[in-house]
């Protein structure tokens, strides 16, 4: 059993177990239950943004603890004043340390769009998705069947909820896309063994059909490549441990953003030389 199979299967028992404490008609009263969705795709697309969905993350199976002590409503404040198009929140507690707490504390304190990022192998964890402030969810090609994933797509967008789809090849594009989805997000990081390659964005990026929002995860350190993967088509990244590592996140996020900006200024005004 690989990392993403454990992870999986711990899923499904806690899934099992939160349907007991905390019922499908107890969710659907949360104050955020009925509250419009805020559109990740459209905030990905606009140009005043950097395309970053910025990641809170305590800890993870490959790394161990990153922060564990992060200050939820300063780091996606920060996220935010920083330029960050959208927020990523890691909502599992068993490997990544997170908690549907750290996406309500974001959705007090901003006005964007929250991703929940957890393993959503199940209808209730959509449900749950929505009474806790999150505007997209996360679907992973490697983790489900691929019909799964297209019922599961389906059931998001019912609730208004906007649809993440990760995948690591052209043979998880090609079985799990389908018309529900509203962006596909390249991993560059392999969940069966956390061997990260930011070549797998560049080899897969001709493969998604055109005019559909894509975005780069997981091992982004560089500005200058973010300039590298919009020239590949890519319009938008998911950071977090680049970010992390640092003890005030939002301050690296920051500094990150403002050197992006710069670069991107001088592709444009012709001052730096295309790749």
Known sequence: MNILDEIIATKYK??????????????????????????????????DKSGIIAEIKRKSPSRGDINPYVSVERTSIGYMQAGASALSILTDGTYFGGKNEDLMTARKYNYCPILRKDFTVDEYQIVEAKSIGADAILLIAAALEPERLKELAAFARSFGLEVLLEVRDKEELDAALSENVNVVGVN???????????????????????????????????????LELRQAGFNGFLIGENFMYNSRPERAASDFIREYRQLRDKLEAGELVRS
């Open 14 to 47: 806690e899934v099992a177990e939160r349907k007991e404490l905390y019922p499908v008609k107890l969710l659907e009263k949360s104050l955020y239950f009925e509250t419009p969705c805020i559109s990740l795709e459209r905030y990905l697309l606009r140009p």
């Open 188 to 226: 560059n990081r392999n969940l069966k063994d956390f061997v990260t390659d930011i070549n797998a964005s560049f080899e897969l990026a001709h493969h998604i059909p055109s005019g559909m929002t894509k975005i780069s995860e997981s091992g982004i350190s560089q500005p200058k490549t973010l």
